[in-house]
């Protein structure tokens, strides 16, 4: 190892130890220190950094000095992070980084820790070695993005002048195989909500009351049943109205993409058999149709032995992916709609609407388009293949509505990097491959 990866490599590990979780407010000083870390980290650049408050975490800014007539080039990251539980899953410490394997396993090596720092060591490399950089370069880096972006919408608002750019470079999406660059041209949205479902007043012996009054439990297992057909579609009315059908050209494209097929996701998923959508190969289902998840459901009795009881409560958390033209708000509402009238007799019904983010999607082969492929065709040596995402990067759409600038999404996740679970992971390679890309990124974005 060079000793220039190995300093790299010290960075990134003194980022990765902040346990940056921004859903838990217990850990709200975390996210702070994590985002003040950061702020020492880019000002030993010699950028000029801001670290703005929020109502929740801080988000920090950084530039170079700007010059007239060059391209300026915005580049997004969030280092807030997702819980870690279950715990007992991890082979090693969530935040204590380590290498094994070629590969770096902690809570955020990947998503986002590792590829946004991929970029912010690129640029330290670029100015150490020519010093300069040859676009004007706005950092923005959230502590939020894991619970919907809530304050960075109206901080772009605000600081829409400052943050006025060309083109924005994102590093928080996937690689479809080892050594396979990719870039994303598409994301889906989301709309979540919660139900609970209610029915006696308190916990009733199942045996005296059970069969007089109606079982909560039953109920939210009906509704959740009630979302699909037997087929796997969904069946909430006007789901699908809005939903932009796939075109020739992306099927076609979609059929040479490495690592998407059955096969690929069975090995990566563990599950025992591929399922989904009728007429729809797996990418396709992943990256430009819909779906309807539910994420958490609970209620009764779940400790050792049996217990006879007839539950007070019972409830389920969903989230729905969206593509283009379907509108989250939309959505919510025909959500709402299905489930009240999906209810059963004998219980009530309260949702509770969550965030949401729009689809997003843009031509992957615009003059910047274009750019981003050059950069990762440099960087790993090989011609990129074009997908959309099935994740969701709410503020990418909002960046687009707001500042007027498209995203190139710049993907170093790889399918086993285990995002979001235990055992997150981050391959040394795509953190080195990172870092060179985003170097010769701003070089080809100049060029635009
Ligand atoms: N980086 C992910 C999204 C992602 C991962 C997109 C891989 C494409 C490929 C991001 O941090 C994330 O997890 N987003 C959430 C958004 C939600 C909390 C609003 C998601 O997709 O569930
Ligand atoms: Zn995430």
Known sequence: MTEQLQEQLDDLFEFLRFPSISTASEHAKDVRACGEWLVKKLTSMELAVELHETPKHPIV?????????????????????????????????????????????????TDNKGQMMAHVLGVQQMLEEKGELPVNLIFLFEGEEEVGSPSLVPFLEK?????????????????????????GYGLRGIACCE??????????????????????????????????????????????????????????MWAQVPGVAAKDILETTGSPEIFGEP????????????????????????????????????????SFRLVPDQEPKDIAKKVEAHLMKHTPAGVTLEVEVGHDGKPYYVDPNSAFGKAGQAALEIAFGKKPVLIREGGSIPIIKDMQDILGADSLLLGLALPDC??????ENYYIENFEGGIKMSQVLLEELAKV
């Open 159 to 183: 600081h829409k002048a400052d943050l006025a750019c060309d083109i924005i470079a994102v590093s928080d999406t996937g690689m479809v195989a080892r050594g396979v660059p990719t870039m």
């Open 279 to 318: 007429g729809y190969t797996s990418a396709e289902r992943l990256w430009a149709r819909p779906t309807a998840e539910v994420n958490g459901i609970g209620s009764g009795y779940q400790g050792e032995g049996s217990k006879t009881v007839l539950p007070a409560e019972a409830m389920a958390k969903f």
């Open 61 to 109: 800014v950084a530039r170079n000095v700007h010059q007239e007539g060059r391209k300026t080039v915005l580049i997004y990251g969030h280092y807030d992070v997702q819980p870690v539980d279950p715990v007992e899953l991890w082979d090693s410490p969530p935040f204590e980084p380590e290498i094994r394997d070629g590969r770096i396993w902690g809570r955020g090596s």
């Open 195 to 252: 139900v609970t479902v209610r029915g006696p007043s308190g916990d009733l012996h199942s045996g005296l009351y059970g069969g007089a009054v109606a079982n909560p439990a039953t109920a939210v297992a009906r509704l959740v049943a009630s979302l699909h057909d037997g087929d796997g579609k969904i069946a909430i009315d006007g789901f699908y109205d809005d939903v932009k059908p796939l075109e020739n050209w992306e099927r076609e």
């Open 418 to 423: 285990q995002i979001h679970a235990p055992n």
